[in-house]
């Protein structure tokens, strides 16, 4: 792009002029100095600390000296012009005599302060050059000097406007002396007083004007030249922010006449940019500021779009001087944006499409501006900037294309051709800044036909999105500048890419959960999805739309019926999430049976979004199993009979009171927070990608379900229950996923929150003793009792024959029967279920063991095997624990030559027994049996306890 460069007395360089300094006095002597003089001036930066508090600046003083020109002062005091006019005046000599300053060089300086007088000039250096041979000069030193003669003539008060040097360097190389770098120290110094005296002076007389704004006879124009001046002189010392600053001022005040045109009466000034927009050329960098354009700014003869390109010009040419291009970039849209709202404002008239041109003209300027850059941090800095621009840009070329019959589809009328015409003629500067730019033969050759403003229109919107992408913006790019590629391919006919785009855009309004975006770009979808044939997306967005509170009710209950017509007609199967067409919103397990945990039944309760009244198949809950029971024993406590899940609870967020205390502790105030807060306003996409719900029947088992149920639009409570399953293991069953049957062919799925879970338990057959309360089992006597079997639930079969056998020393009989027995076959058809038991009255008797040392129980063992008819069996193992009734201990007795053993007979019955006939046998150990005779009295009770004696 070749920027706009005025030539000739029409441009206005402000990098070319320097603050002027006048000389008068000794000119050859000035003229020796001179060179060297302004290359100390300008070597190295000083500090510039401004009144009233403002930033210190460093600034670097180069400067230009002309000789003094007592009429040309009279005319620079005069005008309003900083640039150009002298800021200081000096006065050189290198007088060394006193005798002859008396007699000519006083009256040649008293003239010239006159003049200073005479204008009011305080701003003036006197400098007494002193040279000497120091080889040949006396070191005695004179009395008074002309230095000093001068110094108390005219600056008696005033001691720093007068200074000498002694000895200058003839060259920049040889300046080094002390007295050399203290008087251009003072001349820097007193050069930064003069600019900051005359800037406060310049100022208050811009604020008094301004403070005039509502006399009629008041002009933004003159003001605007005005106070650009104070900027002209900023920019000339470097200061480039602060030359920005008045722009940015005199930008606001301008906006905000504008505004306040709207509420009240409109300044005269401001009806003459109410003129019809004739050109609509943008020139927005110019290296040199036109003088023509500045007079028409005077004479009001410039529009509005003119003025505010020319104002933008000048804040980016400050703002390339400050290495900030980024800068000119973010400012660029704002500036766009504002003009066009001017123009509204303003009801300025406009040609069709000029605004547009205008537009793409800025637009491509600033973006070849910021291609230029070098620095890769500043290329960096500009990308975020300029695709914000690239799509309004693109926004504005769809518009020109609509207008001049330019878009894919469209047949060019005359009428149209003339609108061609007519805008490339507009964009020819109608102040002759430039001839042509790349941004005009650029947006001509896009308008010439429709093939190349396609081209044109690609070329954008691919540099569009491949920016935001760079710069991670993919939101924009898919959201933004996608939707419009969508557009465009509607009308080039290119469906594919159009669902491409639209399908990218989609996915971002639903992560961002943009209800209504959704909704307009499903609407679009549908009509790619049904022209490419896509049946399964086609159903998907038909049910998306139907179930979509954002649709009226006749656009829900059309998509309903094409998506019914669709899965009739194809013969595919359609599984889909739930999403917004089932809302759960409470489920609620319900277990009745507390042995075996069995769910009696599942509410749900559901809000369906569906246009109409729905005949559900199918209504079934798949479960999953969490753990084997044998390795949940420990957790088996926690299993409740009642699961519950509120959906609306659980969206609730954790709150909590936040009181505040003064120091003294007196109560300040009071509040809500919520914990955890940063985990709930987290942005979605700073979270992990959210997996795809991808749904395997494979894996599915329906064991809780409901067949053929109604479903009405608006909330919905059912009762599912738990289908009967010969093979379903025992342990802890978690719910895993809800599938709802629409139609035939056509299914939803949804997870069920984790946490919702029951207990099933096989339970195996059991055996027990049924005893009287308080009753005990006696060895050696015959005891009755009930033999109890509870049949499990591992098998559901035909029991033919029940076995019975025991350890040896136990035998037992039924009670039809009288011979006792270790083995015993019970022929028995019943079916083994949980709900069936079997009692069998038996009878047990147990021998007594050796009664010597023995504990006082006897264990034995009766085993109950069920044998089926498909040859399955399940043992049964019984433990019986048998009491000893009576223990007896002896012990021996001498009394002289005979030997007497008393036998000591504990009872531990509840009873009498009676012992009938007890005998004691003794054996030697030569076999021979001894004769024991009994002292115990016959048929005598035995009681609790008693002693019998043998001799």
């Known amino acids: 792009m070749t920027t706009a460069n005025p030539i000739g007395d029409d441009a206005l360089r402000i990098s070319d002029h320097k603050p002027l300094i006048t000389y008068a006095g000794d000119k050859e002597l000035f003229e020796n100095l001179k060179l060297v003089l302004s290359q100390s001036l300008s070597q190295e930066p000083i500090e510039w600390r401004r009144q009233y508090g403002r930033p210190m600046k460093m600034v670097t003083l180069s400067t230009d000296f002309v000789p003094f020109n007592k009429d040309a002062v009279a005319e620079q005091i005069g005008s309003r012009n900083l640039v150009g ?46 040279t000497y041979d120091l080889r040949k000069h006396s070191k005695l030193l004179p009395r008074t000097t002309v230095f000093d003669k001068i110094k108390s003539d005219f600056a008696e008060k005033k001691a720093d406007r007068c200074l000498s040097v002694i000895n200058p360097p003839k060259s920049e190389v040889r300046c080094g002396s002390s007295a050399w770098r203290a008087l251009i120290t003072n001349v820097r110094l007193l050069i930064l007083s003069a600019f900051d005296r005359l800037f406060l002076k310049y100022e208050d007389n811009i604020r008094n004007y301004r403070e005039q704004r ?26 480039h922010d ?5 722009y940015d001022e005199l930008d606001a005040m301008f906006t905000q006449f504008i505004l306040n045109s709207q509420v009240g009466n409109v300044p005269q000034w401001l009806t003459e940019f109410q003129v019809v927009l004739e050109w609509w050329s943008a020139v927005l960098f110019m290296k040199n500021i036109s003088r023509k354009q500045r007079e028409a700014i005077k004479i009001r003869k410039l529009s509005l779009l003119e003025f505010r390109c020319y104002l933008f010009s000048r804040q980016a040419s400050l703002l390339m001087a400050a290495s900030k291009p980024w800068i000119v970039a973010e400012r660029a849209l704002i500036f766009l944006h504002q ?22 003209q800025c637009c491509a300027q600033v973006l070849v501006i910021c291609q230029s850059v ?20 693109l926004k504005k070329l769809y518009e020109l294309g609509d207008l001049c019959g330019l878009l894919p589809g469209s047949v060019q009328t005359s009428e149209q051709l003339h609108t061609v015409q007519v805008l490339c003629g507009g964009m020819q500067s109608g102040h002759d800044l430039t001839t042509a730019t790349e941004s005009v033969a650029t947006l001509k050759t896009a308008l010439s036909s429709s093939e190349t403003f396609s081209k044109h229109y690609l070329d954008i919107a691919e540099l569009a999105i491949s920016t935001y992408k760079h710069n991670k913006l993919m939101r924009c790019a898919h959201s933004l500048v996608g939707l419009e590629l969508a557009k465009f391919y509607t009308l080039s006919g290119d469906t594919t890419k159009r669902t491409m785009f639209l399908v990218k855009a989609l996915k971002l309004f639903e992560q961002d959960n943009w209800k209504l975006l959704i909704v307009q ?24 739309l139907a179930s979509s509170a954002e649709c009226n009710l006749k656009v829900r209950q059309d998509h309903f019926d094409q998506m019914s017509r669709m899965i009739q007609d194809s013969n595919i199967e359609c599984i889909y999430p739930t999403d917004n067409v089932i809302v759960l919103a409470q489920i609620d397990v319900k277990c009745n049976n507390e042995e075996s945990n069995y769910p009696s039944t599942v509410s749900l309760k559901f809000k369906s979004n569906l246009p109409k009244t729905v005949l559900c198949p199918k209504i079934a809950i798949s479960v999953v ?17 009642t699961y519950s899940y509120d959906i609306n609870k659980g969206n609730i967020l954790p709150m909590t009171y936040n009181h505040n205390y003064q120091q003294d502790g007196h109560f300040a105030s009071t509040g809500i927070t919520c914990l955890n807060q940063k985990s709930y306003l987290r942005r979605q996409d700073s979270q992990r990608r959210k997996p795809s719900m991808n749904y395997n029947k494979n894996d599915y088992h329906d064991i809780i379900s409901a067949n053929n149920v109604n479903i009405q639009p608006g909330m919905n409570s059912i009762d599912l229950t738990l289908n009967n399953s010969n093979n379903i293991e025992s342990g802890i069953y978690f719910l895993d996923k809800l599938s709802v049957i629409l139609q035939p062919r056509l299914e939803l799925m949804t997870s069920i929150p984790f946490g919702l879970m029951f207990a099933l338990k096989n339970i195996n057959s059991t055996a027990q003793l049924v005893l009287p309360v308080n009753k005990c089992l006696f060895a050696g006597i015959e005891e009755m009792s009930t033999l109890s079997l509870q049949f499990g639930t591992k098998l559901k079969k035909i029991v033919e024959k029940i076995r019975l056998h025991s350890t040896p020393g136990l035998t037992f009989c039924l009670e039809d029967r009288t011979e006792f027995c270790s083995e015993m076959y019970v022929k028995s058809p019943l079916s083994m279920n949980s709900s069936h038991s079997v009692s069998l009255p038996i009878k047990f008797f147990a021998q007594l063991p050796p009664l010597k040392d023995h504990p006082r129980i006897v264990q034995h063992k009766l085993w109950i095997k069920c044998e089926t008819s498909s040859g399955d069996e399940e043992m049964i193992c019984v433990s019986i624990d048998f009491n000893l009734p009576l223990t007896v201990t002896h012990r021996l007795h001498t009394c002289h030559y005979r030997k007497f053993v008393g036998i000591n007979i504990a009872c531990h019955t509840d009873w009498s027994l009676a012992l009938m006939i007890p005998e004691i046998i003794g054996v030697s150990p030569t076999n021979s049996v001894v004769e024991l005779t009994s002292l115990n009295p016959t048929c005598d009770p035995l009681t609790a306890e008693d002693c019998m004696l043998w001799i």
């Open 85 to 130: 006019r002298p800021i200081m005046h000096t006065f050189w000599t290198q007088c060394l005599d006193v005798e002859v300053y008396k007699s000519l060089l006083r009256d040649e300086i008293d003239k010239w302060m006159n003049e200073m007088n005479k204008h009011n000039i305080i701003d003036w250096v006197i400098v007494v050059v002193e």
């Open 214 to 239: 509502n006399d009629p006879s008041w002009s933004f124009c003159k003001y605007f030249l005005y106070q650009e001046e104070l900027a002209f002189a900023l920019e000339m010392l470097g200061i």
């Open 242 to 246: 602060e030359a920005l600053v008045q």
């Open 339 to 360: 003009a066009v709202s001017d123009l509204k404002t303003l009801e300025i008239e406009c040609p069709q499409g000029s605004v547009a041109c205008w537009v793409l």
């Open 374 to 393: 070098k620095k890769p941090e500043h290329l960096e800095e500009c990308s975020h900037h300029t695709a914000p621009l690239l799509y309004y840009s």
């Open 521 to 544: 770009t499903n609407l679009e979808l549908v009509k790619c999805f049904k022209k490419i044939g896509n049946v399964d997306q086609f159903v998907k967005t038909c049910l998306q």
């Open 625 to 641: 199993i969490g753990s084997a029971l044998k390795k949940m024993k420990s957790k088996l406590s926690l299993v409740k009979s």
